[in-house]
């Protein structure tokens, strides 16, 4: 045998050894059931046969429009103030269904040129036409609102990501849904308390620092009689609770300031601890750019109340004694050891930038899996037997060749699920025997080719590098296709049919190597040993 096989045949070992070691890893133990839990490590399950949670979330979009539309509304009254434009009133008419639209009212014609300046240098996104009685429409431009939502689901999905992966759950899929406008589509695998990751999922968790301004009070009306009837236009009303050692327990109200010292967007850490009285809450850290802004406010207002909101209500008030940089605690409200690490982990994923609304909700029980897991396993494995038997009746001693070519084809295939962390679905399965199928029909080509040339009267030998040197066009040429047509369901595609794709990719790659490379070197490995003139078992 010579060095150039030798070096050959040592390439499919080591290759085979490779994609072993994707397969198993490093098995603590070589039973059987050792081996399968090593591999169970190795290539996930998808929902479709593990069970867990499906679920399809509504984005409600207009709350982000309707928080951009306050946050104009806000620097509308500044530039406006600062303008010295007078004005009656701003509102939003219709806030649940068209809340991007502002009205104006009680401008002057004589500001109308700096309240266009202001528009068009602060608020961009807004075109704004002029009313009746001194009267000014404001609303979101077209394309702005198109963006603007589009936006809040992507910034859905990256937030719900992030919370569902610090769960630890296993291989999630979180993409939007297709089938219908600003949803989202959420496949758990393997999930045992959907309730809390839902809850998890849908929490705001929104927070912001305030300064409070007074409260507790018994009740909004009592806030307003406290203030003459009248509140701040710099200043709000948000419900919470008695803080402990007041006089009485339960709910309350506050009056905080509108604008924030600091906010979520802020936070560069958030853990679950425990305050000076031993119960649960959460410490947090803020980044140097709001740690900054944050020792500027508490060095302007020592000695005055501030606030902790967290999703619009005030979940603490504390004495600010001393100017704080950088770190702060949220605590009270008979928080549990969970919800305190819920609410840090909800924090480190960042607020949800609307608020989401379930619309369908399936749970897969792990025995349909299990009875999926065991239908396919059982026709890949009939699919298997009979074509190997096929290719041995058929094609003799090369049938032998190819039969080592597919089982070696399986091992690369599940060695590249493997390594690249593959989720492995009803539909991947699918594509493994579809992969079968492919393998099969590369060394029918070949075989095909190479008994023509010997019916031609060729040498076994040159038949066999003429076959392979026709074959291999038509071989490419049908994979490269077939693995473009895989790329485009994978890139549009969700869920079980991004599973197809995946291992109908891995298995062409591993079938193009196999059929070409690896057979190859079987045929040039009999030859060797045989007589010159001997014939070719085919």
């Known amino acids: 045998m010579n060095k150039t096989l030798l070096t050959k045949l040592g390439i499919i070992l080591g290759t085979l050894l490779f994609f072993l070691a994707g397969i198993f890893g490093i098995p603590k133990s070589l039973s059987p059931q050792g081996l399968l839990a090593a591999m169970g490590e190795r290539i996930h399950l998808g929902l479709d046969l593990r069970g867990g949670t499906h679920l399809i979330l509504q984005v409600q979009v207009n709350d982000a429009v309707n928080v951009d539309a306050q946050n104009a509304i806000e620097i509308l009254k500044q530039q406006m103030r600062s303008h010295k434009i007078d004005y009656a009133d701003i509102t939003q008419p219709d806030p649940q269904n068209n809340p991007d639209h502002v009205v104006l009212k009680g401008v002057q014609a004589s500001s109308r040129t700096d309240l266009l300046s202001i528009v068009q240098d602060h608020l961009p996104e807004y075109s704004i036409n002029g009313g009746a009685e001194n009267s000014w429409d404001l609303s979101m431009k077209t394309q702005n609102l198109t963006e603007l939502k589009n936006k809040a689901v992507t910034q859905a999905i990256e937030t719900i990501r992030n919370r569902i992966d610090q769960l630890g759950v296993s291989e999630p899929t979180i993409a939007p849904h297709g089938l219908g406008q600003y949803q989202i589509l959420v496949q758990l695998p393997g999930v045992d308390d959907p309730a809390r990751v839902k809850d998890i999922m849908q929490s705001t968790a929104m927070l912001e620092i305030k300064q409070s301004l007074g409260g507790p009070y018994p009740s909004e009306q009592a806030a307003r009689q406290d203030k003459g009837g009248i509140l701040p236009s710099d200043a709000m009303l948000l419900p919470g609770h008695n803080m402990p050692g007041t006089e009485s327990e339960g709910p309350a109200w506050y009056l905080v300031s509108r604008i924030s010292a600091v906010s979520g967007k802020d936070l560069r850490d958030a853990q679950p601890s425990r305050d000076q009285n031993g119960q649960p809450s959460v410490s947090f850290t803020l980044t140097t750019e709001g740690g900054q802004r944050f020792y500027n406010f508490t060095s302007a207002h020592v000695g005055d109340m501030l606030a902790v909101v967290l999703d619009n209500k005030v979940q603490e008030v504390a004495n600010i004694h001393e100017a704080i940089r950088d770190r702060g605690e ?105 992969t079968v199928g492919m393998g099969v029909d590369s060394n029918v080509l070949i075989f095909e080719r190479i008994r023509e040339e010997l019916r031609n009267g060729k040498t076994p030998s040159s038949a066999v590098d003429q076959g392979f040197s026709h074959a291999w066009v038509t071989i490419v040429d049908t994979h490269v296709t077939t693995i473009v047509s895989a790329a485009i369901l994978f890139i549009f595609g969700t869920g079980p049919v991004r599973g197809f794709a995946t291992t109908l990719t891995f298995g062409l790659l591993a079938n193009l190597f196999t059929a070409v490379f690896v057979s190859r070197v079987i045929f040039d490995w009999i030859l060797s040993r045989k007589q010159r003139g001997e014939a070719l078992s085919i």
């Open 330 to 434: 949220i605590s009270g409200g008979r928080m549990s050891e969970q919800q305190s690490k819920d609410l840090s982990m909800i924090l480190r994923s960042g607020a949800l930038p609307a608020g989401i609304k379930y619309l369908q909700e399936i749970t897969v029980g792990p025995s349909l899996g299990a009875d999926s897991i065991r239908a396919g396993v059982r026709a890949a494995v009939v699919g298997m037997v009979a074509v190997l038997i096929f290719m041995l009746i058929y094609y003799r001693g090369a049938g032998i060749n190819a039969d080592v070519a597919l089982i070696l084809n399986l091992i690369i295939l599940l060695g590249f699920m493997g390594y690249f962390e593959a989720v492995l679905t009803l539909p991947g399965i699918a594509g493994v025997i579809l």
